[in-house]
């Protein structure tokens, strides 16, 4: 046996390690930044179908049927979005659109959520060759709508 030979290979587990590790970093980094992503629009399709589900309860009888409806929905969109980080900065009015056409009868309420606040919660990597991870559209986008 040579005694020399395992010393000449510790340099090689260091590189194989240094490649390895490249790859299982990519591989965790990709999965957290598009799992927020994924979490948040599942998150935004139920808020806003939740809002014309509580929205369906409201009277027609009631004076500003309109009014009262929009409100309605925007109460719940309050609601269920206060379960979100602070940190995310979902605003309900700004983010959030809720509108009742009276002539078609159609409610429609939408969440928008700019990508730039998501970058404030995790960083975007810009790698060459690849882009910026993770890539994703420049708006969240969910919509719910419902004829009465």
Do not use: C, H
Request: glycine share 4%.
């Amino acid at each position: 046996m040579k005694t020399g030979s395992r010393k000449a290979q510790k340099g090689a587990v260091a590189i194989e390690f240094a490649l390895v590790f490249v790859i299982f970093f990519a591989v965790f980094y990709g999965l957290v930044s598009y799992s927020l992503p994924f979490v948040l629009m599942q998150t935004f399709n139920q808020v806003t179908a939740e809002a014309i589900r509580r929205a369906v309860a409201v009277d027609p009888a009631v004076p500003n049927y309109a009014s009262v409806l929009v409100s309605t929905a925007n109460a719940a969109l309050t609601q269920q979005l206060s379960v979100l980080p602070s940190s995310l900065n979902v605003v309900v009015g700004t983010d959030t659109s809720t509108v009742y056409d009276p002539a078609q009868g159609t409610l429609t309420v939408s969440v928008n959520y700019p990508v730039s606040k998501l970058n404030q919660v995790i960083p975007f990597l810009v790698l060459p060759g690849v882009g910026a991870v993770p890539s994703l559209p420049a708006n969240l986008t969910a919509i719910s709508s419902l004829k009465f």
